[in-house]
């Protein structure tokens, strides 16, 4: 019977610690997605028809807040739903966004993929019809 206990113990504080870890993935992982819609300009929201910046922001940092309170029963299901909240802006919302806006290359220009020293793709011969960035000049 003591080694039965002692058991169900050793697996408790196992599954304990599993859930903790998966907690603080999750919370690390809403926190991120906040992160990315305070980035995003708050006009291409509109222009994709999903929402507000500001109701995204609201949400996703009610579901990331909630995800630091260690409220027992409540506070679990409510950090559900804002996980809930933060999968539907990172399938749904955060790809039209990143759609409508720009590009944006880093410091050398991404990650290479056959580009230059600098990141710029060398034009050919063909290509050189004076485009600047936002059209012919």
Do not use: C
């Amino acid at each position: 019977m003591v080694e039965q206990l002692a058991a169900s113990g050793i697996l408790m504080d196992g599954f304990s610690s599993v859930l903790t870890w998966l907690s603080l993935v999750l919370l690390v992982f809403k926190v991120a997605v906040f992160i990315d819609a305070a980035f995003r300009r708050g006009d291409a929201y509109q222009a994709v028809d999903k929402q507000t910046k500001t109701f995204w922001l609201m949400v996703l940092g009610f579901g990331a807040i909630i995800g630091f309170l260690p409220i027992p029963l409540l506070g679990q299901m409510l950090s559900l739903i804002g996980l809930v909240a933060a999968i539907v802006y990172l399938v749904d919302v955060r790809p039209r966004l990143k759609a409508i806006t720009p590009q944006r290359a880093g410091r050398l220009g991404g990650l290479g993929g056959g580009r230059g020293r600098l990141g710029r793709t060398k034009p050919k011969k063909d290509e050189r019809n004076h485009m600047g960035p936002y059209g012919p000049w």
